[in-house]
């Protein structure tokens, strides 16, 4: 299925169930539809335009972490060679041609591998197809693993050795393991194939790197067209937030911002108690990402954010946050370029933490406000001044991000963010428009790709995470069920766990295609967040007691009690209380089943993935 619907002229597309073509993109919020079989035309809202309904039965998509590094890694470098040629207007036979031939590829292959990415936007598309003997390790495999290890241990290092020890190195491994040894024109084009910049790195430093492969000042690199390069920033916010019951101050906020360079306009943020992480950064990238309109009425906010749309580039701090498997594989998967602020290049991340200095200001007006610095402060009481709700903090932000900051003028664009996103867009006199982003279909997919995840064994009681049991007879099937990599080893399956509401899990069904969800086995267990868990297990230690389901939630349990009789008291039990409030309300991904993927290579990996670690250096 395609990941986004292209909206321009000529291309068709349904509203109500019924099907149009789009003769004219009015502005950044509405399209003009015709009746192809009445003549009536129609103006509409972008939002409400969906795939034309004459589309071909659903495909599955493979799920993103259970593919092999060598299979996506083959879908990368088949992108590379078509990326060129991908939607471009006036393409020739000539120019396939000569793509095949600078790859040395037969022209076929190259229009196969066009017609299954444009079909689909999805880097999946270009996975190497199943084999019908699937499961069998084959003596190729085992050269080509050969291979990669003497590459990496032989040539890739400070020693700088000639690509003839990498063919003496496999030879060696390959005798002893009684294979034949590939040809030594084989290993060679290996070490060919490998990027110039990871050879550079790891042969010379990463500063020579650097010097040799990034850019190093001037205005952002690449940044010529709306969405071309995103850059996301975290903060604490200068203000004391209340709670929704009491009234009563219980500390400052988190912001994760996004934020579009060419324009200045903020495309999306995630703003709550709970501090960075893979998860606030995955809630940041879906609403930059998805339609704001009925959040906005949800707020009720007034006025209009016409941004959404897959970014080409997300610029992102070097921090540990943004460093995990799942969002790196999620933006591969909607082709959008992962890219980390080079150390000591603070231009570099000058975009959003200008915007973010800005709001900032703003936010000192406010009654709460924490200023800067003391000598702002002087003998303002933050607290006693405090007034504002999380909910309302985030409608005024709303607010301000859609009515003020959008359309004033920016000093260094001489005209409002809102009107630069547009020229950007729609194009005037001086310079041509890229056009309206294409618009993602599957909503719910792009949340679950962007939630932290884990590899887990089935056993007959279902599932275990953080010694919490989960159980549902979609589960059956794949009791005990063997590794077809290694009979020796159980198959471990993956499971996606919003950290907000731990009350169910995610679980991916590699035969069927599609997400369920998987309850609590005891489901008279209240729904708690990851943090509560961890405060729950913390809590456990210290007592001594063994640690177990049932010890955790009568922790749990009593932390509440001692909550709800200190509500009064405290800041920290009443933040506490409004975190798990927030979390109670927020937008989850649909009941089972919630997503159906295309199929591709499937290959487990057996390591041990822990993606909840790069949250724990900010709980």
Not at 179 to 196: C, E, F, S, Y
Request: charged fraction near 30%; include cysteine.
């Amino acid at each position: 299925m395609n990941k986004s619907l292209v909206l321009e002229p000529g291309k068709k597309v349904s509203r109500e169930g019924k099907n149009y073509r789009i003769a004219e993109v009015f502005n950044l919020s509405k399209v003009i539809l015709v009746d192809e079989s009445t003549g009536e035309t129609l103006e509409t809202k972008a939002e409400s335009l969906l795939p034309p309904l004459e589309v071909e039965p659903r495909k599955c998509d493979e799920e993103l972490m259970l593919i092999s590094e060598e299979a996506w890694e083959t879908a990368n470098k088949r992108y590379e060679v078509i990326k060129p040629l991908v939607n471009k207007g006036g393409r020739t036979r000539d120019q396939v041609i000569e793509r095949a031939q600078a790859h040395d590829l037969h022209v076929n292959t190259v229009y196969l591998w066009l017609r299954s990415y444009e079909g689909s936007g999805l880097l999946t598309s270009l996975l190497p197809k199943t084999r019908s003997d699937k499961g069998a390790i084959k003596g190729d495999q085992i050269v080509e693993e050969i291979i990669k290890e003497a590459i990496a241990t032989e040539y890739l290092t400070k020693q700088k050795k000639i690509v003839r020890k990498v063919i003496d190195a496999v030879k060696a491994q390959c005798l002893k393991r009684g294979l034949t040894p590939p040809h030594d024109n084989t290993v060679r084009n290996r070490v060919k194939a490998l990027p110039l910049e990871l050879v550079s790195r790891k042969r010379h430093g990463r500063k020579k790197s650097d010097n040799d492969f990034k850019p190093i000042e001037g205005k952002f690199p690449g940044a010529d067209w709306p969405l071309a390069v995103v850059q996301i920033d975290h903060t604490k916010l200068d203000i004391i937030l209340v709670d929704d019951h009491y009234r009563a101050p219980i500390g400052r906020p988190w912001i994760t911002l996004s934020f579009d360079v060419f324009s200045r306009l903020v495309t999306g943020f995630y703003i709550s108690f709970d501090p960075p992480s893979a998860m606030t950064t995955g809630l940041c990238l879906a609403h930059s990402i998805l339609p704001k309109e009925r959040w906005l009425a949800k707020l009720g906010v007034s006025g209009e954010w016409p941004v959404w749309g897959l970014p080409d580039k997300i610029h992102a701090d070097n921090a540990k946050e943004f460093r995990g498997n799942m969002l790196k594989r999620a933006c591969s998967q909607y082709s959008m370029d992962l890219e980390w602020r080079p150390v000591a290049r603070p231009n570099y991340g000058a975009h959003v933490e200008r915007a973010l200095g800005t709001l900032s200001k703003e936010v000192h007006a406010l009654p709460g406000s924490t200023f800067a610095n003391p000598k702002e402060k002087g003998d303002y009481d933050s607290e006693k001044a405090a007034a504002l709700t999380l909910s309302e903090f985030e409608k005024w932000l709303a607010d301000y991000i859609v009515n003020v900051y959008h359309q004033k003028k920016h000093s260094m664009l001489g005209m409002a963010p809102l009107a630069r996103y547009k020229q950007g867009i729609l194009g005037d006199s001086e310079m041509p428009g890229r056009g309206l982003p294409a618009k993602i279909i599957d909503e719910e997919k792009l949340k679950l790709d962007l939630m932290p995840f884990e590899m887990r064994t089935i056993q007959d009681y279902g599932i275990v995470v953080d010694k919490i049991y989960y159980y549902h007879d979609v589960l059956r099937p794949w009791i005990n069920a063997i590794d077809p990599q290694d009979t020796k080893r159980k198959r471990k399956f993956m499971v996606r766990r919003d950290p907000r509401d731990i009350s169910l899990i995610w679980f991916f069904d590699p035969e069927l295609k599609s997400y369920y969800q998987i309850p609590y086995r005891d489901t008279s267990h209240p729904a708690i967040s990851i943090w509560e868990l961890r405060e729950a297990l913390k809590r456990v230690e210290e007592s001594g007691g063994k640690i177990n389901e049932h010890t955790i939630f009568e922790a749990y349990e009593r932390m509440r009690e001692l909550e709800q009789e200190a509500v009064n008291k405290t800041k920290a039990a009443k933040r506490s209380r409004q975190r798990r409030k927030n979390h109670t309300q927020a937008e989850k991904p649909n009941p089972m089943p919630a997503v159906q993927e295309q199929p591709g290579e499937l290959a487990i990996s057996t390591l041990d993935i822990e993606p909840f670690d790069d949250m724990d250096e900010w709980s």
